[in-house]
């Protein structure tokens, strides 16, 4: 991002308390609103607004071979296939481009911590806010 | 100049239409059944997918499994899911493979765990399958680890992914293609073809992208001795789309033997199809605890002789290669 942002970013995540709230704050959003797994790393404007840790074997870059003939899930037969509920939303969203790009692997090290604060911090790439 | 110098790889890039075959390790500490399943393979496969932990459930490892296949005299293809080993382990498996004469690599997410005999075990998908394929092209061409340090040999691997032609989202199907083959992949190996019509859809929509000229498309074909297993596949085998015909032919056979025929009749006809169909460059021919039927299937399906790479004297290490990987 910029130096200001990084610096906010540091100021912050030097005094716990705020750093509690800030993550808390993230997560109140985004635990009910996406089912928010706390990887850390979001990709949510990548993957139409639709969480892909969600998915059993965690495949941030598309479906594994298994998803069923109604859109659901192999391993949960009662649930969507995350890829599946993505690609529709994609398409009716108008962001099907974006989920062209490759995901790199996931940094452990940032799951359980703010994304917010990792994208200010310059820590994981920023989000992809505008339509295609 | 060579990827890997496979014999996979030489035949494709000589345009030759490949055949390769699959064998699933054994369920012990015990090598002699791989040796003896080399002969169902000799000459009349390419090369030979070592599955990896298949269907969750715990055999002999697909890199020693695919060492064996060397010794046996056949090219392995090794699996490699990510299910059981996270990114140190599968750098360390890579590193191995390579340094025992192995070649090929197939990456694959792996069935999910609560499937096998160990239910009860925790899933590693640390990278998914895209993911795997890059680290490995990274390894291959820039001579480095996941993480960036440097190494001295690198693991020449021919890099291969899995495409699922048949299942949801169909159109996505094609752009998770075009992903695989951006990380990395050299070819691709599909599914079992038991709906063709579906099939030449998804081959129509590959070729108006042009993927067919980035990346070698080998498609599967799944021998089924009755009509049980076709019926299995169908109900329980999420993913799979399995065309009536077939369905209703082998019911219509009583007979055990005759329904075996008529099995290998039918992958026979889908081989000849898929021979046909512009863009794809070979088979995958996976029989499930049925490896005897290979080379009858090659050669009614008219695949035999099996073509010999030619040498090529450009770029390195094609000598150490061939003393090992080209044995046919």
């Known amino acids: 991002m910029s130096k200001t942002s990084e610096k906010i970013a540091e100021f912050i995540e030097s005094h716990p308390t705020l750093n509690t709230c800030a993550l808390a704050a993230e997560n109140a959003i985004k635990k009910p609103v996406f089912g928010c797994q706390d990887c850390g790393q979001c990709i949510l404007s990548y993957t139409a607004f639709t969480c892909p840790m969600r998915c059993p074997k965690e495949m941030r870059n598309g479906p594994c071979g298994g998803t069923r003939a109604d ?32 995901q790199k692997p996931v940094d452990r090290r940032l799951e359980h911590t703010s994304a917010w604060l990792n994208v200010f911090a310059g820590r994981i790439d920023p989000p992809s806010w505008g339509r295609e | ?173 094609v752009m998770n293609l075009a992903k695989k083959i951006e990380a990395g992949a050299d070819f691709i190996q599909t599914q079992p073809v038991f709906d063709i019509p579906r099939f030449e859809k998804w081959m129509n929509a590959v070729r108006e992208e042009g993927l067919e000229k980035e990346v070698h498309i080998i498609a599967g074909v799944m ?36 329904a075996m025929e008529e099995g290998v009749k039918i992958a026979v006809e889908i081989m000849t199809r898929l021979k046909e169909t512009p863009g794809v460059a070979g088979v995958h021919i996976m029989p499930v605890m049925w490896e005897s039927v290979t080379p009858r299937l090659v050669e009614e399906a008219g695949l035999l002789p099996r073509p010999v790479a030619a040498e090529e004297t450009e770029g390195k290490e094609q000598g150490t290669m061939c003393d090992v990987g080209c044995r046919m």
């Open chain 1, 71 to 102: 859109g659901h899930c192999e391993v949960y037969p009662d649930r969507y296939c995350r890829w599946w509920l993505i690609y529709e939303r994609a398409k009716k969203l108008g962001r099907v481009k974006k989920l062209r790009k490759l």
């Open chain 2, 1 to 173: 100049m060579l990827k890997s110098g496979s014999n996979l790889e030489k035949l494709l890039r000589a345009g030759h239409f490949v055949v390769c075959g699959e064998m699933g390790p054994p369920q012990a500490a015990d090598s002699a059944s791989i040796l003896k399943k080399c002969g169902y393979f000799k000459g009349y496969v390419d090369a030979v997918n070592l599955t990896d932990n298949q269907t969750a459930i715990v055999r002999m490892s697909s890199v020693m499994s695919s060492y064996f296949a060397l010794q046996g005299g056949v090219e392995p293809i090794m699996q490699m899911t990510c299910r059981d080993r996270n990114r140190l382990a599968m750098q360390s498996d890579i590193l191995g493979a390579y340094a025992a004469g192995i070649r090929n690599i197939l990456c694959l997410t792996g069935d999910y765990q609560t499937f096998g005999n160990h239910p009860d075990a925790r899933g590693v998908f640390d990278l998914d399958s895209t993911q795997l394929v890059q680290m490995v092209k990274k390894m291959r061409d820039e001579k480095k680890f996941l993480c960036g340090d440097e190494m001295k040999q690198e693991p020449r691997m021919f890099i291969g992914a899995a495409a699922n032609p048949f299942a949801e989202p169909f159109e996505f199907r």
């Open chain 2, 223 to 258: 021998p089924v001795r009755s009509v049980k297993a076709l019926l299995y596949m169908k109900d329980s085998v999420p993913g799979m789309s399995i065309a009536d015909e077939y369905i209703n032919r082998l019911e219509q056979i009583k007979d055990k033997e005759a």
